[in-house]
């Protein structure tokens, strides 16, 4: 039975309107015959409340916080059981197709690497989607036939995922999102479930640092040497990037028989992604990078000791409770760079690092950390904007952070760069 045959005669609810809710919307209008189709936007108690009564399938989006801690179990878990989402869908019609791709660091940067290697050299239609801004059923007709599908899964979208896909990717685990889990085992069980939810047969590729997961797939540890690394030659910058480029040849080598010369001369090829150590021009002498993806202590570790010239760090968002012992003892360490602090994360560090540092400042926010970089950053020298942070209670997404410091890079004077 299609997946799409399990909802004709449903009520259907969709949980959460944003930029993946209207994508179900507009799947359920043009490939299913549901009884009805409803939108809700409220919130976990609302559905507690009876939001959720008459439906036969709740779709829910990601990002939603469910179920709600203290909530009635029982109540809970009669809700849970109608409840699905866009990538379990996805997943549950094209598993033998799809690859999908995990892991706190490198996702995105590893997915679209991945996709464009497979391009180049399968002779198949690729597709690239999922938590990369690409919602999933977006693409359900193009998937048809012999597509190749690259996705990009989080830890929300993994969550509640009860199928995986034949191939998974699972690249590394750092401490995140505690605000929303709570503990790390809790965040590494969400996103072990694209290798636990695996079946026989199926084939895992793992980070050197994930913890072991009960699977019956086969798994496969992927811990390059420097012989390994050898001829990956890419514009990104970044150690962990040559990382994430092996994770793509051996994929690219051992799923799909593509010779390792014919990867490495597509690798050259890839561009880096927006706001991922993305230079983004030379201003009063200045060179400015935009690595506004990074939101963990590591991240921001990475962009210092990957961009040659970086000399200054502008660091700080939402604190979400995560330790930063390893970004503040960088800081201590290296007095070669100089640190911008900023927002609550900002106060955080200051506090915690206990002790006065020359080479720490803090600024309220971006407008006044871009202004102190164009004072304290000398000619000839990098700027780099890692706050390893969340963005969320100051920007939209950590995009528009991004966007908002190259409008306020670009807004002190023209490109020196060209």
Known sequence: MSVTELFNGKS???WGYGREGRSTEKWLAGHTRTLRTDIFEGKPAEMLDGAGDGYDVIIKSPGIVWPPEGADPDKCHELTAKMTSQTEIFIREYRTKTIGIT???????????????????????VILAGN???????????????????????????KSAMTAPYISVFLDLYEEHLDYYGTMDAYFT??????????????AYIGENVPPIASASEQIRVIPSEDDLKGIELTLYGEHNRINAYFVKKICMDEFGIPGEKVLESLKTFEALPHRMKKIGTYADINWYDDSISTIPEAAVSAAMSIPDAEVLLIGGMDRGISYT??????????????????????????????????????????KAVDKAFEITPAGKG?????????????????????????LVRSHGSDQSV
């Not at 892991?103 to 239609?125: D, I, P």
């Not at 290296?334 to 400042?361: D, P, W």
């Not at 100051?394 to 528009?400: G, I, M, P, Q, R």
């Open 383 to 407: 700027c780099v904007l890692s706050p390893a942070a969340a963005s969320y209670g100051y920007f939209k997404n950590f995009e528009e952070r991004g966007d908002r410091f190259e409008e």
């Open 132 to 158: 990369i801004g690409l919602p999933c059923l977006d693409y359900y007709d193009d998937a048809a036939g012999d597509a190749i599908v690259v996705l990009e899964l989080s830890c929300h979208q993994l």
């Open 326 to 367: 390893v970004l503040e003892d960088f800081m201590k360490q290296h007095s070669e760079f100089k640190f911008i602090c900023m927002y609550a994360t900002g106060e955080r560090l200051i506090k915690e690092l206990g002790t006065e540092l020359s080479n720490v400042f803090y600024e309220a926010d971006l407008e």
């Open 190 to 203: 969400a996103k072990s479930h694209i290798v636990s939810r695996q079946l026989a047969g199926d084939r």
């Open 12 to 14: 259907v609810l969709i």
């Open 103 to 125: 892991g706190t660091k490198g996702k995105s940067t590893t997915s679209s690497m991945l996709a464009h290697v497979l391009s180049e050299n399968s002779g198949r239609k």
